[in-house]
């Protein structure tokens, strides 16, 4: 017999089918035991007599007969309450044991070292079932979008350089070159950029990004973003390409957005009307319904002064100042504090969901943001060298945008942390869900990468 998913009992009623999934709970009465049967769509009613001993959570296999539940017994809070299945036979395919903790309730009550410890058993909660398939609704949405308007999807590597995304890299020992290290990248800004010296124009990629910053409720070592770029654009029309995928792909997911076109603030008036370049505009009525109240920021500083007193980017190294009169600035190295960056940022609720900018594709410019940052020639060439080569070969103008879509969904979902719209989030001290890692290597693994530990 062909399998029948729990939500097309609706329609079958009547006929004999065959159910698998987990029990989601079961209520012995004696003569008669109701097993609610749980799959990816949902949940059944099954019930029997006599049946083989079965304990919560097991998989089973059911055969039976639906029909329809007398009008008194209908649930209502189920999407199959109209139906049964009345079991004719039950067999146990796997058999769970206890649980460490409930998985049908919405588990925030749950301590979360436990939780992640389990992640798998924590993901049988409908609310992560939920939120898991909506984050894939949702880059499904965005993927269709960008298609729409020719982007291209291309993979960038995972074992890389440093870049200077304002973070602390994750560093991986390499074998072959004992006493050298990859990095993992925090963005894949540059390889982004070289693929619009390569001529692809429109690049789209759901990147990993990784940053070892110290976890937070919607900061974690991993996160993902949709990260794109894109040749010959204003930054009003990479503007443009952020607003309408965010706001088609938000509208497929069912999500509520307070004002379209999104509201532009200039830094200068985000500081004088909010006090902050993030801001949550959203009414108290909004704040109960679940809108999503976005605002594009502009025109912010390129330079600020860090702990030491040098200057520093506030966003990006490697944009384009907003007009020609400012990369002259640049280009003297005059005015440094009064320079503005082409970047945007985009945020909700509070939150920066988006940020990009149009970038400089000219050697002298990139070379002199280096420069006024304190690195020397030759530390230029030996980070940035390949950027500066590869823009002497005809570099296109180009800008992107990377979104923390993580972010988004969260707002969404009405989640405070970011790991509840991740699958096997790290916990908040900094270790993986499931696999305990971080770990020691063996001795053998250290010799080989020319390593040793120094406690
Ligand atoms: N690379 C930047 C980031 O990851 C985004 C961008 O400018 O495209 O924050």
Redesign the pocket.
Known sequence: MERTLAKDTLKRIGEKVELFGWVASLRDHGKITFIDLRDRTGIVQCVGGDLPKVSAESVVAVEGKVSERPKDLVNPNLETGKVEVQIEKLAVISKAKELPFPVDGDGYEIGEEIKLKYRYLDLRRPRLQRNIKVRSAYVAAAREYLFSQDFIEIETPILTKSTP?GSRDFVVPSRLYPGKFFALP????QY?QLLMVAGFERYFQIAR?LRDEDPRADRGYEHS?I???VSFVSREEAMKIVEEMTIYALTKIGGKIAKKPFPVFTYQEAIKKFGAEKFDLRTPQEKKDGTLSFAWVIDFPFFKKDAEGNWTFT??P??RPISDEHEGWLLQKKNISQILTS?YDLVCNGMEVS???IRSNSPEVLKAVFEIMGHTGSEIEEKFGHMLNAFSFGAPPHG???QGFERLLMAHLGEEYLREVQAFPQTGRGRTSVMDAPSELDAKQLKELGLKVVK
């Open positions: 995304e925090q963005s894949p800004q982004k990004c973003q990260d794109l770029e966003h990006n490697f944009s970047q940020g990009g900018s992107g945008c990377a």
